[in-house]
């Protein structure tokens, strides 16, 4: 396409003469291309030259046109493309020692780890070869060989670059901004620095100060699909989806964003999975798989988004088999593995959600952070010991003014260690309207009504419910509370509807004992006695049982004598 608009073009049906000689020497040249850093129009031009024999001032043999090919190739993110061309370039007798390393560092970015060492190993000993094997050995876990490497990075710039980068990898985002710190004090050009300084301030969570140092960058870079990408972020992250879009929206119409995976540039990848992100999943199972193993974030955004929805068993499956490595990839482990051992009662899965828990909230990068304290609230959640978990969630409370899910896990700890008015409290902020209506809200809302003496209102949350599997297990909860509160009035009739709907001798027992302690709760005045006309009523569906119609003598009894 730059080829073509490159052509001498007149409506008049063209020109010849001076007019003729000028367009042919504006035709684009590769050094043109390759200082505009347009690699792909560089790349059309070395296809042309190879498949018409023709040359250019210094690129005459084949093999130059396919080193630069290669080249270019590597620079459009075609890893694949470039690493066959630098084959066929080994397998023609030019076996340049250098070109393993370019070989190895394609081998690389296509995730052939040991195949890049392998290559490199047979490249020359220089920087370049030194920093591939560093990354290699972080990239496969070999601790000993990345030492090894370690000590051979000299104070160049591509080799403190490369250090930065593996320092950001292991989340050691404080030292990797030191790097990038200094090395922008020494080279101001490198305008780029302030973008790497402005995501690690980001992963520390400080999206004022990443905004802070990003706006420079883009004030000359306004149209840098990262940096728009990364602003866009810190606003997802200090305001809400519809402010973190809003950064993009010019972008997106002015680069037409394309969404078919096929046609997508890099940017295009990142910004339509962003967009997912910001809009609360919004076309996730179409946006999300494709870029699982491209966006490093997607395959987690997608897992988030299985465990919204409810699909468990999709989430489990993502996540299984993936080692975690950072933060947020043990911190999602363990909430998968918690949803998929609670829904099917597996301790296993169970226990591994509270190691990956602990992992995180005992370390010492993430113990005094917001996630890390949640993981280690989540760690004792598990073990059931709830005095821990409020310890933590309180640390946190603060920050967490608009979570519901915070309000929901510190209300459940609050009901759990018996302070069950702050219970109510922590309840009543969530405001999503959705969670009211759902049975574990409306089981532990019942709950904290029964033991601070509200228990009419626990009966009517079940009156309002629908005859359901839910509004038995309800029914069931109030019996039982209201029991051992002493609440019997509403335990009688709770136990009273369980026995009509499953005549078995529990709700048998309990229905009687409710109703003695109605009586005695009638005798002590701390119950009118009208209610014992409606026990009695109770009472005589069991006429059958000896002991129903003792109860029934004994409380007409009462009755009469008590007018």
Not at 30 to 44: E, N, T
Not at 348 to 362: K, P, T
Not at 369 to 374: A, E, F, K, L, S
Request: some cysteine.
């Amino acid at each position: 396409m730059l080829l073509g608009r490159a052509k001498p073009t007149s409506p008049l049906g063209g020109r010849s003469g001076d007019a003729g000689t000028k367009q042919r020497e504006k035709r684009p040249t590769l050094d043109s291309f390759l200082q505009s850093r347009d690699f792909a129009g560089a790349s059309a031009l070395l296809e042309f030259l190879m498949q018409s024999g023709s040359s250019e001032p210094g690129i005459q043999s084949e093999h130059d046109k396919r080193a630069w090919l290669a080249y270019t190739y590597f620079h459009q993110h075609d890893f694949a493309k470039s690493l066959q061309v630098m084959d066929s370039i080994m397998k023609s007798g030019k076996d340049d020692p250098a070109l393993h390393l370019h070989a190895a560092a394609c081998l690389f970015f296509l995730s052939s780890f040991s195949r890049a060492i392998e290559e490199a190993q047979a490249g020359p000993e220089c920087g370049l070869k030194n920093r591939i094997m560093f990354h290699c050995a972080h990239r496969l876990g070999n601790e000993e060989m990345l030492a090894k490497y370690l000590v051979k990075l000299t104070d160049s710039v591509e080799d403190q670059l490369g250090l930065a980068a593996i320092h950001f990898l292991r989340s050691h985002f404080q030292e990797a901004t030191e790097i990038y710190k200094r090395l922008l004090l020494e080279h101001r050009e490198y305008l780029a620095l302030q973008v790497y300084i402005a995501v690690c301030y980001y992963k520390l969570d400080y999206y004022d100060v990443a905004l802070e140092i990003l706006n420079p960058y883009l004030a000359v870079n306004p149209d840098s699909a990262i940096a728009l990408s990364l602003k866009a972020c810190c606003h997802f992250k200090l305001y809400d989806g519809k402010a973190a879009e809003q950064q993009l929206q010019a972008y997106i119409e002015k680069s037409q964003l394309k969404t078919t995976t096929g046609s997508m540039t890099n940017a295009d990848t990142l910004i339509n999975h962003n967009l997912v992100v910001f809009r609360n999943g919004e076309n996730a199972l179409k946006v999300l798989p494709p870029l699982v193993d491209i966006v490093p974030e997607a395959r987690l955004n997608l897992c988030i988004h299985y465990l919204k929805v409810g699909d468990l068993k999709e989430a489990y499956k993502l996540m299984k088999d993936v080692p975690p490595q950072t933060p947020q990839e043990y911190i999602l482990k363990g909430v998968t593995h918690a949803a998929y051992g609670q829904a099917n009662q597996s301790t296993e899965d169970l226990h591994l959600a509270q190691q990956y828990f602990q992992l995180i909230g005992s370390s010492s990068s993430e113990c005094d952070t917001i996630p890390g304290r949640q993981a280690m609230a989540s760690c004792f959640f598990l073990l059931q010991q709830f005095e821990d978990v409020l310890i933590y969630l309180s640390s946190i409370q603060a920050y967490s003014v608009n979570d519901d899910r915070f309000h929901w896990n510190y209300g459940v700890a609050l009901a759990n260690v018996g302070r069950f008015a702050e219970a109510g409290q922590a309840f009543a902020s969530i405001q999503n309207l959705a969670r009211h209506k759902q049975y574990e809200f409306i089981a532990w809302s019942a709950r904290v009504h029964i033991f601070l003496g509200q228990a009419r209102q626990a009966w009517d949350m079940y009156l309002d419910m629908e005859t359901s599997t839910d509004s038995f297990n309800l029914l069931l909860l109030i019996a039982n509370d209201c029991y051992r509160v002493g609440a019997f009035y509403y335990a009688a009739k709770a136990f009273d509807v369980l026995w009509r709907l499953d005549p078995i001798p529990e709700y048998w027992e309990g229905k009687r004992g409710a109703c003695c302690g109605v009586l005695q709760m009638v005798a002590a005045g701390k119950e009118k006695r009208s209610v014992l006309s409606e026990i009695i009523n109770m009472l005589k569906n069991n006429t059958d049982t000896p002991q129903a119609q003792f109860i029934v003598r004994v409380m007409n009894k009462h009755w009469l004598e008590s007018e």
